[in-house]
């Protein structure tokens, strides 16, 4: 039987190779793939993401190939993304602590729930979260998101994230204890190096992004704590980390080879990698 794969898109623009490469792993090994936007709308690719020539102001260079920009294109023009799975019609929204029948609407918030990642763990072998800088509008703090990465972590089902999606990961966090999941776990992500400045960000988009809000390496370096670790990879090319469940991506180039890794991790039975 194929390995089934969950993808969380962001509605604000996602970067085109970071979806493009794990889906090709994914298409030619036969996995079969099922989209999830936070409220069903369709995603877009961002715009700098199909133009071979941008040329990205941390790494002085171009980091999108002619044949990456091309098949980049085509899958954002095509129907494979139309109608995604709704995170918002999929999950309930835990309740506030001000509700006034806080207890009883947090028991069915409960039940709801359990329901929900119930199917979802008995439809999905895997969970993908694509980077780009999106995500940190609309993935990053989803708690609808976080508790779907919950249930699949407490269930050992690998969850690969790239960029900045890998945030997500860093904030899902046991509601009591308020500890990351990515405690104790080794991870790497977009380092400070490679953040982009004011005034260098992403044009042509929903929105208009200067210096992202928070240095994700901070927040890494902070929730993976003393025994895990953050690895920036700084000056080599690809930045892949496998710390079971978790795959992690640093950035646009490693796209390929993180959906690689995690075909591993699913047929293979990978557990460790890239540290």
């Known amino acids: 039987m194929s390995q089934r794969i969950l993808v969380a898109l962001s509605e604000y623009g996602y970067w085109g190779e ?24 369709r995603a877009h690719a961002l715009p700098p993401s199909l133009d071979p020539h941008y040329l990205d102001p941390p790494l002085g260079r171009t980091v999108t190939t002619a044949d990456m920009a091309r098949r980049a294109r085509e899958l954002d023009g095509s129907d494979r993304l139309d109608q995604p799975l709704s995170l918002a019609g999929l999950l309930p929204e835990r309740p506030y602590l001000s509700a006034l029948n806080h207890l009883r609407e947090l028991e069915e ?74 405690w104790g776990k080794h991870v790497t992500g977009h380092p400070k190096e490679y953040d982009y400045k ?30 895990g670790g953050f690895h920036g990879n700084v000056g080599k090319e690809t930045s892949v980390v496998v710390d079971f469940p978790f795959v992690t991506a640093r950035s646009t180039p490693d796209s390929t080879l993180a959906g690689e890794l995690l075909a591993e991790v699913l047929d293979g039975g990978l557990r460790r990698h890239g540290w």
């Open 109 to 182: 918030y409960h039940r709801r729930l359990a329901a929900v990642t119930d199917d979802l763990l008995a439809g999905f072998d895997a969970l993908v979260i694509v980077g780009g800088s999106g995500p940190i509008v609309d993935l990053a703090n989803n708690e609808r998101l976080h508790e779907i990465i919950l249930a699949f972590a407490a269930a050992d089902r690998p969850i690969l994230a790239e960029c900045y999606g890998v945030a997500a990961l860093a904030f899902a966090r046991d509601p009591e204890t308020r500890t990351s999941l990515l």
């Open 18 to 41: 970071e979806l493009v490469g794990p889906l090709g792993v994914f298409d030619a090994r036969g996995y079969r793939t099922t989209f999830l936007t936070p409220t069903g709308k």
């Open 198 to 227: 004011d005034g260098t960000g992403f044009l042509g988009t929903d929105f208009v992004m200067g210096p992202p809000p928070y240095p994700l390496e901070y927040i890494l370096r902070d929730a993976t704590g003393p025994d």
